[in-house]
């Protein structure tokens, strides 16, 4: 809580700093501003001064919710948000300083096999799952700055920082409380190749580590758990669980290629190396297992802006590949005492998740910074491709999405009413799980996951409708209100899926 | 000067925890070559024995056969392995012997490795446990675990001064203790040691005859005890009687304390309990002619060197052992072995506390001429035992020595 206060109070002290901004901020212009914002986008941010920045703010407080056996296992068969968000832009003297503080703080319900880690899909699958669905509570706090000079001859430069910090309790023997945090670094910097053409670096550092301390409050009764090491090797344990520390630290860097004429043409690539390790136990520390994590992913966003339309042409090809580590470990009980001794590593399994996308969009504009109407098409292709070495198991799943959606702003008077309607379609091409390790029969293998597989091998549609009403508030009508709401109704087809609905709402000032 | 040498650290972190994934090779399975070596005089060739490799931890089992010499064993994954070499071989002469060696927790993490293995006669013993209840019955009754033992020979034995004992750690675990260097591999250490009472030639057990001991030798499917209990023990013909008023002393015959943590006496606690996640238990007897005191001689007491705990623990001899069982939490707990292999190889398991489930020794294909069972016994609780069964008195039609107190 003490960071939300900290939040806020930067917010509020922001709110004096914006008093003179000129545009008004509604909700479309807020959209509009980040579709143009291609630097932003791309993580560098010694260019965010080419996205012809400007100094503005938002709040917005709001309540989500979903519901409906349409899920991964390890996901909640229920749940709610309750979320607090700012950000803004402002001008430091001649540098252009970007920032936002979330707060999120969420009640899942009957998530399954999961007793030691907040979020099981975040490439880590050494965990422990335990057989009694339980509730979680999580609160995660995220603040990030981004920092621009301005152009030096034709140099740039910036630093883009991150804190994010997690914890989550879950509600039932086997428990667990989990205190989780990513710090990361962005230094970059923008070199002027020509005035409309213009080469970017970036590089990134992050750090990452998460305890879980398990433990039964019911003493008596020795739970039933697993040691997960993938596609359902697992290792089979009776207790109250155990204490897993994952550390981990990242590297990576970005190019970024931007030409402007008669359209805008941005280039980017982006690579990513992650090393992460799983100790078990602070006592006496135990090698447990590690996973190493590249990624890269390349894109390519054409804009062209007229007096009346923008369109927006973009396509990202994304790969990762994680190889997961297992060591062979054993107690050293002679008189020398040395702990847990590591005698050999190998590379057990493989994760790989390939990506391509092409997104197109059309805004039809009112004026420079607010829209009358939009419409967007994507398609996505996805494969995952999911191996346990020795003895061979995989889990692979190819599915191609595509969504189609529009906007209309309509002018209520002096306020404006955002409605919209997306809606997708996902067609799984192939897939399958074999599993050819020992003890075929755990419920790793035959319900966490089978259901997994089943729920990233569905056919579904989904249809979202969002809707924001905002008005102009305070004496000069400058600054904006804004109520938003959404519900999202996905319907899988086979498996014994049925549907998944997702709804929120919230409230919020742009300033 | 000061935030250069922290980002100097933590570049250097970063660096190393990625070089060290980066350093992981991707795994392949190891050939290792086998060479078994009799102990037996007058066995000179290991080959036709069985080698099985398992690996608990991944439920990976491969068996082979040996040739001559050594053997090599392909397809195998790189891990900890219980090496076991089991079978039979014939003597020159013509004797038969049933031959065993065992490697426990053995590292496989180097392709074309050597490992050797004696194998030595198997000691077979004529009494043997046939069913073990350590797991007690939800909700947390645990008064009902028992140990029963079976004449598996042709022989009458009087149980006279037969000792009972479970070891230490009580629970699986792989902080193993640390025992004094000079005691070589010649001792299994024990917790508490229990005696069979009598002068001699009052218990005997006729082949085919098997007798119970019990915590509490009472009817626990009564009201007061827990009804759901699978099984009644007043038929024990021992009980290990802590003097609990509230748990009274049963018709059963009490066994003879002998020793815990040093003394004579039984301790102040309440129940006979050993573990509920499964213990390590021995028979053994002391070889005529010779005394055995860990009261009284320290030579046969010691405590963890591992630990600054004062705790006195018994030494057994193992050439003291007739049979001995260890039971785990479930098929991983085999990498926290606390038994000697020599003693057993393997580990049985129900995998639950509290499941009204025990474990019990299969039966041979041979039998007695009065129809009574020949137990199987390898010196391998995980092959010789039946596990996760409903616990039962006497399974297999083994019979009631007469002498017990319900006759």
């Known amino acids: ?511 | 000067m000061k935030y250069s040498i922290i980002a100097l650290v933590i570049l250097c972190s970063a660096c190393s925890r990625i070089d060290n994934a980066r350093e992981a090779e991707e795994i392949r399975p190891y050939s290792i070559t086998v060479k078994a070596n009799s102990v037996v005089p007058e066995i000179t060739s290991t080959a036709g024995l069985k080698v099985v490799f398992e690996n608990f931890a991944e439920g990976f089992r491969l068996e082979r056969t040996l040739g001559t010499g050594a053997t090599a064993i392909d397809s195998l994954i790189p891990g900890i392995y219980s090496i076991n070499i089991s079978g039979r071989a014939q003597a020159p002469g013509g004797d038969v012997y049933y031959l065993n060696g065992a490697k426990i927790n053995y590292a496989v993490t180097a392709n074309a490795g050597t490992v050797e293995i004696d194998v030595d006669g198997l000691k077979v013993s004529p009494l043997v446990f046939t069913e073990i209840f350590f797991a007690g019955t939800t909700p947390f009754y645990f008064r009902n675990q028992f140990y029963e033992v079976y004449n598996n020979s042709d022989q009458t034995i009087y149980l006279d001064g037969l000792c009972f004992a479970n070891l230490t750690p009580t629970t699986a675990t792989t902080n193993l203790p640390l025992w004094p260097a000079e005691d070589g591999a010649d001792y299994a250490y024990a917790e508490r040691i229990w005696k069979v009472p009598g002068n001699g030639t009052e218990y005997p057990l006729l082949p085919g005859e098997s007798f119970v001991m019990s915590q509490f030798a009472a009817n626990h499917q009564l009201p007061q005890y827990n009804p759901a209990s699978p099984v009644d023990c007043s038929s024990s013909e021992f009980e290990f009687n802590m003097d609990n008023p509230n748990f009274p002393d049963q018709p059963a015959v009490d066994m003879q304390h002998v020793f815990y943590n040093g003394n004579a006496s039984k301790g102040t606690l309440p129940q006979y309990l050993t573990s509920v996640f499964g213990g390590a238990y021995v028979i053994f007897r002391v070889p005529p002619g010779e005394t055995y005191d860990p009261v009284n001689n320290p030579a046969l007491k010691t405590r963890n060197l591992a630990s600054t705990s004062t705790t006195q623990y018994a030494k057994i001899p193992i050439r003291y052992v007739l049979d001995a069982v260890e039971a785990g939490n479930n098929q991983n707990s085999i990498n926290a072995k606390r038994v000697p292999s020599v003693l057993d190889a393997g580990m049985t398991y129900v995998g639950a506390t509290y499941n009204s489930q025990g474990v019990a020794r299969k039966v041979s294909d041979i039998t007695n001429p009065d129809g009574t069972p020949v137990f199987i016994d390898t010196n391998n609780s995980t092959d010789d035992f039946e596990r996760g069964v409903v616990p039962q008195f006497r399974r297999h039609g083994s019979k009631m020595p007469a002498w017990n107190h319900t006759n």
């Not at chain 1, 009508?477 to 999202?488: I, P, R």
Request: aromatic share 14%; with cysteine; net charge positive.
């Open chain 1, 1 to 511: 809580m003490k960071k939300l206060y900290i939040a806020l109070l930067l917010t509020a002290a922001s709110f004096g700093a914006f008093a003179q901004q000129t545009p008004r901020n509604t909700p479309a212009a807020f959209e509009l501003r980040q579709q143009r914002s291609l630097w932003q986008r791309s993580g560098n941010p010694a260019g965010l001064q080419l996205d012809q920045p400007y100094r503005y703010s938002q709040l917005k407080a709001g309540y989500e919710a979903y519901d409906g056996n349409f899920h991964r296992p390890q996901e909640g068969v229920s749940g709610n948000r309750q979320i607090v968000e700012t950000q803004g832009g402002i001008f430091l003297d001649s540098c252009y300083l970007t920032g936002s503080f979330n707060y999120r703080r969420e009640g899942i319900k009957e998530a399954s096999f999961n007793a030691s880690i907040i979020d099981p899909f975040r490439g880590m699958p050494y965990i422990i799952a335990d057989l009694n669905p339980s509730d979680w509570v999580q609160q995660h706090y995220q603040l990030q700055f981004g920092i621009a000079t301005p152009s030096y001859g034709r140099w740039s430069w910036g630093l883009g920082a991150s804190y994010n910090a997690s914890s989550g309790a879950k509600q039932r023997d086997i428990r667990t409380e989990n205190y989780y945090y990513a710090l990361s670094i962005t230094p970059g910097v923008v070199y002027a190749l020509a005035p409309n053409q213009h080469l970017g670096l970036n590089l990134r550092y992050a750090n990452v580590k998460e305890e879980a301390t398990m433990s039964n409050v019911n003493t008596y009764v020795d739970q039933t758990y697993y040691e997960l090491l993938g596609l359902g090797t697992a290792v089979s344990m009776l207790g109250s669980g155990r204490t897993n520390n994952y550390e981990g630290d990242s590297w990576g860097g970005g190019l970024q290629y931007r030409y402007s004429g008669k359209a805008t043409l941005f280039l980017h690539l982006n690579y990513l190396v992650e090393a992460e390790d799983l100790t078990i136990s602070f006592t006496v520390p135990r090698d447990g297992a590690s996973v190493l994590r590249k990624s890269w992913e390349a894109g390519a966003t054409v804009q062209q802006e007229s007096s009346r339309l923008l369109h927006t042409l973009g396509a990202r090809y994304y790969n990762r590949h994680i190889d997961g580590i297992q060591y062979i470990t054993q107690r050293d009980n002679s008189g020398s005492q040395q702990g847990w001794m590591t005698l050999a590593k190998y590379v057990r399994s493989t994760f790989k998740t390939t990506e391509a996308s092409l997104d197109y969009s059309i805004v039809g504009k009112k004026g420079n910074n607010d829209y009358s109407w939009l419409a967007n098409f994507s398609a996505r292709y996805r494969k995952l491709n999911d191996e346990y070495i020795l003895p061979h198991s995989f889990k692979r799943t190819e599915n191609a999405y595509i969504q189609v959606g529009a906007k209309k702003n309509f002018r209520l008077g002096s306020s404006q009413l955002l409605v919209g309607l997306n809606a997708g379609y996902n067609r799984n091409l192939s897939g399958g799980y074999e599993y050819n390790g020992a003890n075929k029969d755990y419920v790793i293998v035959t319900q966490l996951e089978t259901n997994d597989y089943r729920y990233l091998a569905s056919d579904f549609i989904r249809a979202e409708l969002p809707v924001t009403f905002s008005f102009p508030i305070g004496k000069e009508k400058k600054n904006v209100m804004f109520v938003n709401g959404y519900a999202g109704y996905t319907k899988a087809e086979g498996f014994g899926f049925d549907h998944r609905v997702t709804y929120g709402a919230a409230v919020g000032a742009n300033f």
